[in-house]
């Protein structure tokens, strides 16, 4: 594959990426699942591409973004957020070739980082290690669980539908 052509496929899966993480957190929060102190985002299942694709990356950092700023969060959510998700993103690519040790990056920054913001942006008044708990909860959900099935669900036809 030429060298503009694997260019423009990284620049459109990542939009791609983007543009479903968006998506996904939309609806969980029609459903009241995407804030407050228990966070289930369906749309950080995703957090899984980037043992399929390193163009995952941006487009989970960019979605993240986009989908904070459209959701009306705080900028510390919007700055923050978005900085965990680029991190765990990152993390799963360095583990890739791991059993399942690739899901954890997410849910260990997530967990670690969105209690403060939940606390010092929002005003929340639950202490840090409870805050640590709700979340890493709906990251484990979210990542381990929802993402271990779109994991197994894609990897049957990884080499079709993420051509490098």
Same mark, same amino acid.
Not at 6 to 34: D, K, P, Q, R
């Given at each position: 594959?030429?060298?503009?052509?694997?260019?423009? +496929?990284?620049?459109?899966?990542? %939009?791609? !990426?983007?543009? $479903?993480? #968006?998506?996904?957190?939309?609806?969980?929060? *029609?459903? =009241?699942?995407?804030?407050?102190?228990?966070?289930?985002?369906?749309?950080?299942?995703?957090?899984? +591409?980037?043992?399929?694709?390193? %163009?995952? !990356?941006?487009? $989970?950092? #960019?979605?993240?973004?986009?989908?904070?700023? *459209?959701? =009306?969060?705080?900028?510390?959510?919007?700055?923050?957020?978005?900085?965990?998700?680029?991190?765990?993103?990152?993390?799963?690519?360095?583990?890739?070739?791991?059993?399942?040790?690739?899901?954890?990056?997410?849910?260990?920054?997530?967990?670690?980082?969105?209690?403060?913001?939940?606390?010092?942006?929002?005003?929340?008044?639950?202490?840090?290690?409870?805050?640590?708990?709700?979340?890493?909860?709906?990251?484990?959900?979210?990542?381990?669980?929802?993402?271990?099935?779109?994991?197994?669900?894609?990897?049957?036809?990884?080499?079709?539908?993420?051509?490098?």
């Amino acid at each position: 594959m030429n060298k503009r052509r694997s260019n423009a +496929l990284y620049v459109a899966w990542g %939009a791609m !990426i983007a543009a $479903l993480y #968006v998506v996904l957190t939309y609806v969980a929060s *029609l459903f =009241g699942l995407s804030s407050g102190a228990i966070q289930v985002r369906l749309s950080e299942m995703l957090c899984i +591409l980037p043992i399929f694709t390193p %163009a995952a !990356i941006p487009g $989970l950092f #960019v979605g993240c973004l986009l989908s904070n700023l *459209l959701t =009306g969060c705080v900028i510390w959510d919007v700055i923050f957020g978005s900085l965990a998700t680029l991190m765990g993103a990152i993390g799963t690519y360095l583990l890739r070739k791991t059993r399942f040790v690739f899901t954890l990056p997410p849910v260990v920054v997530n967990t670690i980082m969105v209690p403060f913001v939940l606390r010092y942006a929002y005003g929340l008044e639950d202490a840090i290690w409870y805050l640590m708990i709700t979340v890493g909860i709906g990251e484990v959900i979210s990542i381990c669980g929802l993402g271990m099935i779109l994991k197994s669900v894609l990897w049957k036809n990884r080499s079709a539908l993420f051509q490098q």
